[in-house]
């Protein structure tokens, strides 16, 4: 067996000697994001704080001679840590219990409850499936019906707590346990059952197939490649899909070791409905089946005659002998005339605009009038399906290739790849079967890049930046982390923790470093900017603008129409058909929003090469279309930004109802009004100055509300959690 | 080190962050100080004849051999080893079918147009008609990224051709986007920055009174009022701006509502026509139902070249396949061309009585032609990407020129063929710039925005 395998070593000192970097740099055994986490000790700091992130932020700051910010006001942290937990802001009630509620444990309560709420999982299921390329439309999807159960998936693991490598053991291969297969009393091993939820995770892998101008891009493979190792490892594998990683001990080989793990996969759909809709989806069916029939029979006698001359005619444009193949029946052609049938089958392909010039008008008339009743008879509304992906024995039997430039017809078949993946442990034997067995060292407590990468991405999702700044990419071009101790110590309490997102989660947000102020005193900022101007040492919480989802989801529960439910099919923004004189919108993937809006991340989203599928707001505010896996958002300052804000029907309407919210529940009473409406939409009081303006702006005309519900929409804070 | 992703697609982050701009996600209107122009300190670079470029896209395939290219209909019936499109890559037997056209020789330089072009048949001897473009590719998304990207494949995210001139030249007003689209294209891809990122993507405008989405504040609100809630805005933020003054997305977003703010003042009166005479509107067949809205999209595209816009792409008849996929029957060409033929005439007259004609450029242009056989019968024309034509005028262009050909039936370009990207170069030579020197850099890798072709058609530069 042909196993290419370079020595790691090896590898890394090529990578090296190829760096432009004038004298080559002596070669290093090891990249340190593939050394073993080492928990490291927790520096000891005089201080209040037990909990070891801060310490280890503190330590760092003291080296650097920078100074923390204070703690941040009771106001602006819980607005930051419910924007954070939950992607909406809290309620005037939620802000005056923790304000009154003056006992030690009053934030720890906030922030276990906001874990528990439902709202949890729906948020940072939207940050996860940023990089697991979520996309409800991408050109022809083969799993683009039912492509929400994936997604529904993801908000429930989160919800539950699902430790983080049996969530992505579950989308790899569809079993969240490693238990593969099971022994029977008599000593037979079979396949074990997976759990049926978990059906739904293998959407993560399905959504990779896709049909583009008809053809199938085969890129299910390379997607999920690319996918998994930017997600899960950290590394950008990708770039060995053309040639041996420049920067990075991956080769080629590799790439397509990894690809070979996924290439016996194919697109499998599963019908969701129940034995009874079943049953009655069938009698409705055959109901069709037979009226159907009917009426195409009726069409059929009406044109046959008529067909008929069109072929005679047809055949007049070609030559005798190939006229003479036509006129035989087709059982008894030889396989040469067979052929030019074939070559010349298209001259006859029949259209009915060619047929309604043998047919007299009235005839014609007759014809359009059954064909219209025929087609107006349709096949009844399919059943609810999703699509998996299961392995296909006989693509299993087949062996896989190194691609030139990736392309899928281009194999090179002198460079046959084995199933692998980047760091094999030697020896490693895929018996539990190639996913499996990847699935199995990837999520492996030892494996020192899994619970790294993951986080460094839980981090970077409450601080707006990673400790390592690109958390997708790990490798030497990737940058190194700030904090590179407390990263480890982070990824070793992962583990400890039994790889609970929502432990790190806790630890985190209860962390004094998070709850610091986004401003610090104007003194220590000073001397602050001048060491650290980017606040890399996290001296002050970073000031953060929303991400799309946060700031729909905002807008739409000030003025009390948020829609809370969990899951279900996206839904398409209302107004935005052809909104941007680009035409008609994607592929319909669910209702019209109406009223009440669903929250942001229920918004359809993907790319169609011939129509518009993002929504204007989304692509305004960053959103990604799911093309790509997406690492972190891009967070831009723009005018059609402003225009949003302040023009759109939507913001409008939106500023409408929370004017009539404001004027319901303070009577009309102006000052309360202007002071109910920023505990809403900024939870805090207005200061003097601000009540100041938005009074005189008010004029005490209580319908100039909606101006003032229209100004919170757009002050800078609005956009911002501080 | 400035970390970034190599190999896949670019992050708009790093994109923005090169250029030191802020960027904005649906346009370039962020680009005019864009500090990159290849070319420029190039004492041997072509002189700038053209300020502005109006492409004129026709969306899904015209027929050049019912248009600009007629044949000898002595070969109807001939039957002929086609290939054909897409995945129909093998040898067919076809018919070539007769062209149901008539053609007239106009001009001094006698052209002869089709009778579905009587219009721009009057204005010839100002255009230059290439009858040898050819390209690679022959399905119509494939095929529109080649013909605007100037490259194939989706190996890496090239960049529209309107964005590589944002990218190029800037800007020449600070109130209006480099590079515009109107009307819907086929693919987003023909409104994309590519992997230069969104700061040089399109900005899609409409004719009418909203265009650009979102622009004019609701129908009830009066001015008055709205300067009222903006300075109310500046005071509710005074506070917060104070406290993070220092922070530069909080003053961006201070220059964000300004430039919305005019924008909202410069881009109304530009789609306002209240002030153009009625001969003008006439010109662009402004008022007659079938030329109306092709005809309002070329005369706004006159009014932006007047202001300096730089590249105005007008996209007729997109979305899906694109209107002039005429598969079935060719007949469905003749509503589309009389759409088209009234407004740009009108376009090339106005431009010329008002002297802008030299320094504007026009291109007219398709994803491929069609072919000299049908599918089906003898009515409509499959793809072909083997030879088709496209035409260029104005802006130093030498008019009345009738330039390549392609074989008897028109199937494939025989004499001077110009691969697609020689329309690129042809543009960007005629903006001033070494189509050479057209690159950018990337992940450590230098992109050279034409790679094919044979440059600029001389033959047709005045």
Known sequence: MQHTRYSFRLLFVIALSALPLGAAPPPKPTPWYLEPVKRPEVPAIAGQSVNPIDAFIAAKLKDQGLKAAGPAAKTTLLRRVYLDLIGIPPTPADLEAFLADTTPGAYEKVVDRLLADKQHGVRYARRWLDVLRYADVDDTMAAASGINYWRDWVITALNEDLPYDKFVRAQLTGYRDGEYTTINENGNRRRALPRPFDLFALGFIARGQVTRDGKDTKELQTAAVETVSTAFMGLTVGCAKCHDHKFDPISRNDYYAMKALFDPLVVKRVRLASEEDTIKYDGAYSDYEKKKAAAEKQVEDLIAPYKAKLFEHLMQMLTPDVQAVFRKQEKQRTAAEEKIADDYHVVFKVMSSGLKEYMPADLLKQYTTLQKASDAIRAPAPLPEFWAVEEDTERAKEPSYILTNGEPDQPEKDKPVEPGFPFEPKGTEFRDGRRETFAEWLVAPENPLFARVAVNRLWGWHFGKGLQPNPSDFGLLGGRPSHPELLDWLASEFVAKGFSMKAINKLIVMSDTYRMSSAADPTVTAQNRAIDPADKMLWQFPLLRLDAETIWDSIFSAAQSLDPKVGGKSFQVAGEEGGRGRGAQGPDAGAKSSDMQRRGIYIQRGYHQSMDVMPNFLLAFDADDGRAPCPERTRTVTAPQSLFLMNDKLVTDASARFAERLRKETNSDIPQAIDLGYRIALARPPSAKEKDAALTYVNADPSQLKGFTWLLFNLDEFSYAR | ?462
């Not at chain 2, 004129?56 to 080893?81: E, Q, R, W, Y």
């Not at chain 2, 431009?351 to 069609?370: A, C, N, P, Q, Y």
């Open chain 2, 1 to 462: 080190m400035h970390a970034e992703y190599p190999c896949g697609r670019i992050s708009r982050r790093n994109a923005l962050y090169r250029f030191g701009l802020l960027g904005s996600a649906i346009g370039s209107i962020w680009a005019q100080d864009s500090k990159v122009a290849p070319g420029a300190a190039d004492p041997q670079k072509p002189p700038q004849k053209a300020k502005s470029v109006i492409l004129l896209f026709m969306c899904g395939g015209v027929s050049h051999i019912d248009t600009f290219d007629p044949k000898d209909n002595k070969f109807a019936g001939k039957i002929m080893d086609a290939i054909g499109f897409g995945d129909n890559l093998a040898p067919r037997k076809r018919p070539v079918i007769p062209c149901r056209r008539t053609f007239k020789n106009y001009g001094e330089s006698g052209i002869p147009v089709s009778d579905w072009y009587p219009n721009v048949g009057g204005v010839i001897d100002d255009i230059a008609v290439v009858r040898s473009f050819w390209s690679h590719e022959t399905n119509h998304f494939p095929a529109v990224i080649e013909t605007t990207t100037a490259h194939r494949g989706r190996q890496f995210d090239w960049p529209t051709m309107g964005s590589w001139i944002s990218y190029a030249l800037g800007s020449a007003n600070q109130n209006l986007p480099v590079f515009v689209n109107m009307g819907r294209p086929s693919s987003a891809v023909q409104l994309s920055g590519g992997f230069m990122g969104a700061t040089f993507a399109a900005t899609p405008f409409q004719t009418g009174e909203t265009p650009i989405r979102d622009l004019n504040p609701p129908a009830d609100l009066s001015v008055a009022e709205r300067n009222r809630q903006m300075e109310a805005l500046a005071k509710m933020n005074q506070e917060f701006r104070e406290e993070y003054a220092l922070n530069s997305d909080i003053s961006a977003r201070l220059k964000a509502y300004e430039l919305a703010a005019r924008m909202q003042l410069s881009a109304p009166p530009l789609v306002d026509f209240a002030n153009e005479p009625k001969s003008v509107l006439d010109l662009y067949g402004i008022g007659e139902k079938e030329t109306t809205d092709f005809g309002r999209q070329l005369l706004l595209a006159r009014r932006m070249v007047e202001k300096g816009v730089r590249f105005i792409q007008i996209c007729h008849a997109g979305g899906g396949n694109g209107s002039w996929d005429a598969h079935v029957d060719m007949a469905t060409h003749e509503p589309l061309c009389r759409a088209t033929d009234k407004p740009i005439a009108g376009l090339i007259k106005d431009l010329k009585s008002r002297g802008m004609l030299d320094s504007t450029l026009i291109v007219w242009t398709t994803e491929f032609g069609r072919t000299p056989w049908s599918q089906h019968d003898d009515k409509g024309r499959d793809h072909n990407a083997m030879g088709y034509t496209s035409w260029f005028a104005g802006g130093g262009i030498k008019g009345g020129t009738v330039h390549g050909a392609t074989d008897e039936v028109g199937y494939k370009a025989v004499e001077n063929r110009h691969y697609c990207s020689d329309i690129h170069a042809t543009i960007v030579n005629q903006m001033g710039l070494d189509y050479k020197k057209m690159d950018f850099q990337y992940n450590g890798r230098t992109f050279h925005l034409i790679e094919e072709g044979d440059g600029p058609i001389r033959q047709i530069i005045a």
